[in-house]
């Protein structure tokens, strides 16, 4: 069985909670204390969300595998591609749009490397 440390409310894995601890947070200037409790408030501020993706994928997975099903044989891309756009599968394209760099990092924002 998995060993678990309590870490603000979390069950954390111990090999995760041993590398944040020992190796991710040193020489940051960031706490365990201060880490886990910020952790444990993006997981608890996010978890609705997340469990709501998750239904919105199983129910669009669901109606796909019932249309799939329902025209076994008879399936064109044309008319693929009009049920996945019924369903919200296939959203419309955007409207083009522009990034802005302000405030980043020169390494980033103007100098390309291999890392980007």
């Given amino acids: 069985m998995t060993q678990r440390i ?3 409310g ?9 590398f ?3 190796q991710a ?3 940051t200037g960031v706490t365990e204390e201060a880490f886990w409790s910020g952790f444990a408030a993006l ?3 996010l978890a609705p969300v997340n469990r709501a993706l998750l ?3 199983d129910d669009l997975g669901h109606k796909i595998d019932t249309w799939c099903k329902g ?5 064109t891309s044309e008319a693929q591609e009009i049920f996945l756009r019924e369903i919200g599968y296939i959203v ?3 409207a083009d749009f522009t990034i802005d760099t302000a405030n980043v990092d020169p390494e980033i924002a103007q100098i390309p490397g291999p890392q980007l």
Avoid: F, M, Y
């Fill in 71 to 75: 025209h076994a044989g008879s399936i």
């Fill in 43 to 45: 997981v608890h501020d």
């Fill in 55 to 57: 239904a919105k994928r």
């Fill in 92 to 94: 419309p394209e955007p």
């Fill in 25 to 27: 947070l040193p020489g």
């Fill in 10 to 18: 979390l069950q954390v894995e111990a090999g995760l909670d041993r």
């Fill in 20 to 22: 944040i601890n020992a």
């Fill in 6 to 8: 309590d870490r603000s």
